[in-house]
């Protein structure tokens, strides 16, 4: 039986290709997807979740928009890595099916508390929305058959030397949820930067047509193609988190407790993790069989472009 999977994002690059996997994927059943503000405005991610849901052909789905602003502070956003609009070069047409009337922090309440243990809840955008549903209702932590995020590291950020995106754009709202009475599945950056579109992984993606040269190879290579600090590939980091609920066996992982920096002058946003502490409350993917990686994702992506024509 299909796993149900209900992803909030903030399309964004490989939001869209995680997207992607998650409607092509036959052993994952796509309920719902709800968008906060992140790479780019709500607006826009909002925008492009519809577009997506449109050009892929699951106009049957809803879409949720949410939180257009973190719960403390200022709206930070990462258009000079996903291009003004989110999605790099590409362009979609506009969505003519519209936005749910529930509000994201609902959206998510109630998809949950319907099918208490059967859906699993992935974020890979900055966590707001969920750290508001949990204040809102508790209980989606034990109504979460699994809840996997793509953020944070336990080395070194991209956002800054010690905090990744997604958790520094709302570090707030990760204490809140890795406060949470569940266990996160940290897919962090040092998971992540091991799913590389590379010249032969590019290579093989290319072969599977129109869907390929429109939408897959503009989004994972379109920041790796403008900065010479990415000469191994782009990492396609949410992607690996849709991966991780539909193939676990495809990483090593470790419990550990992670703890969200929010005061550090320098550190802010950064995930203290410790791989030690007798008291964990995550599960932190640290190794990537890699050639099972592309291979599962590159046979996904070849079933949609089957049908996409």
Not at 17 to 24: C, I
Not at 52 to 74: I, N, Q, T
Not at 272 to 285: E, G, K, M, Q, R
Request: charged residues 15%; contains cysteine; aromatic residues 6%.
């Amino acid at each position: 039986m299909a796993k149900k999977i209900l992803l909030d994002c903030d399309p964004g690059l490989d939001d869209a290709l995680a997207l992607l996997l998650a409607h092509g994927d036959p052993n994952l059943e796509l309920v719902g997807v709800t968008t906060v503000g992140g790479n780019v405005s709500l607006e826009r991610t909002t925008a492009n979740a519809l577009a997506l849901r449109e050009y892929l052909g699951f106009g049957a789905v809803p879409v949720a928009a949410g939180a257009r602003k973190p719960l403390v502070g200022d709206v930070r956003e990462a258009s000079h890595v996903h291009g003004e609009t989110g999605l790099g070069s590409v362009s979609l047409p506009v969505a003519t099916i519209p936005v749910s009337e529930l509000h994201a922090v609902d959206f998510i309440i109630e998809t949950l508390r319907a099918t208490p243990g059967a859906v699993h809840l992935v974020a890979t955008g900055p966590l707001t929305n969920i750290a508001l549903a949990l204040e809102k209702e508790p209980a989606i932590a034990r109504w979460a058959a699994s809840f996997t995020i793509m953020g944070g590291s336990f080395t070194r950020g991209n956002a800054t030397p010690a905090a990744e995106f997604n958790i520094y754009a709302d570090p707030e709202a990760a204490r809140v949820v890795f406060d949470g009475d569940w266990q996160v599945v940290m897919v962090g950056l040092d998971l992540t930067h091991q799913a590389l579109a590379n010249g032969p992984v590019v290579e093989r993606l290319a072969r599977l047509g129109t869907l390929a040269h429109e939408l897959i190879l503009p989004l994972a290579t379109y920041y790796a193609s403008r900065n010479s600090h990415d000469p191994d590939g782009q990492a396609v980091h949410d992607v690996c988190a849709v991966a991780h609920v539909s193939r676990p066996d495809l990483f090593a992982s470790r419990v550990a407790r992670v703890d969200v920096e929010t005061k550090g002058e320098l550190t802010s946003g950064m995930t203290v993790v410790d791989f030690d502490a007798p008291i964990p409350n995550a599960l932190v993917p640290v190794t990537l069989d890699v050639n099972g990686f592309w291979a599962y994702v590159e046979h996904v992506y070849g079933l949609v472009a089957t049908h996409h024509g």
